[in-house]
T-cell receptor, first 113, second 115 residues
Framework: AQSVTQLGSHVSVSEGALVLLRCNYS??????LFWYVQYPNQGLQLLLKYTSAATLVKGINGFEAEFKKSETSFHLTKPSAHMSDAAEYFC???????????FGAGTRLFVKA | DTGVSQDPRHKITKRGQNVTFRCDPI?????LYWYRQTLGQGPEFLTY????????KSRLLSDRFSAERPKGSFSTLEIQRTEQGDSAMYLCASSLEEAHTDTQYFGPGTRLTVL
């Protein structure tokens, strides 16, 4: 069985500060991991995905995430927050050939001016 | 590539009524998914189609729910005898089968409110 835990339902940062959104996963098979962003009243947009190649994955809008097997983590970071980054972020897990993607509960990011 | 589209974007209905939602996937995508998202939660998997075949249904999908994907193109999700607990955002996603794991592209969702 697979599951995802996102630590912190709300994260608040100042504009220009580091963004760190935490995600831990549980999987009995090698996982594939995703981060999605959701703006109000919109669907989910893929930020980045890990598919067992490089452990440091770069995505869109300056975001990146590092897969750490020993810690079962896939935290999302961005060096400098922008006001436009304010949104809900979801971590998700799947596996080879898997069609069912399991999502975390989400973390809402607030960016203060 | 026009993306995944869903219709309607919003639906308000009275308890006991039937509703139907439509999803148009990205044209070359052979896989289509339905999810339900309630406030403060991530999307929960409901069902999955490979072309026109419905290959998996979640236990969340009660007998009142039915999904179809005729001809492997658009899909419909029908909820019969709606209940207040059905109020949620219903998301559709599509993907192209890949060697590793698919990347799912989501539509904007249909927000259902059951009064």
């Amino acid at each position: 069985a697979q599951s995802v835990t996102q630590l912190g339902s709300h994260v608040s940062v100042s504009e220009g500060a580091l963004v760190l959104l935490r995600c831990n996963y549980s999987s009995s098979v090698p996982p594939y991991l995703f981060w999605y962003v959701q703006y109000p009243n919109q669907g989910l947009q893929l930020l980045l995905k890990y598919t067992s190649a490089a452990t440091l994955v770069k995505g869109i809008n300056g975001f990146e995430a590092e897969f750490k097997k020993s810690e079962t983590s896939f935290h999302l970071t961005k060096p400098s927050a922008h006001m436009s980054d304010a949104a809900e972020y979801f971590c998700a897990v799947s596996h080879t050939g898997g069609f069912k993607t399991i999502f975390g509960a989400g973390t809402r990011l607030f960016v203060k001016a | 590539d026009t993306g995944v589209s869903q219709d309607p974007r919003h639906k308000i209905t009275k308890r006991g009524q039937n509703v139907t939602f439509r999803c148009d996937p990205i044209s070359e995508h052979n896989r289509l998914y339905w999810y339900r998202q309630t406030l403060g939660q991530g999307p929960e998997f409901l069902t999955y189609f490979q072309n026109e075949a419905q290959l998996e249904k979640s236990r969340l999908l009660s007998d009142r729910f039915s999904a179809e994907r005729p001809k492997g193109s658009f899909s419909t999700l029908e909820i019969q005898r709606t209940e207040q607990g059905d109020s949620a955002m219903y998301l559709c996603a599509s993907s192209l089968e890949e060697a590793h794991t698919d990347t799912q592209y989501f539509g904007p969702g249909t927000r259902l409110t059951v009064l």
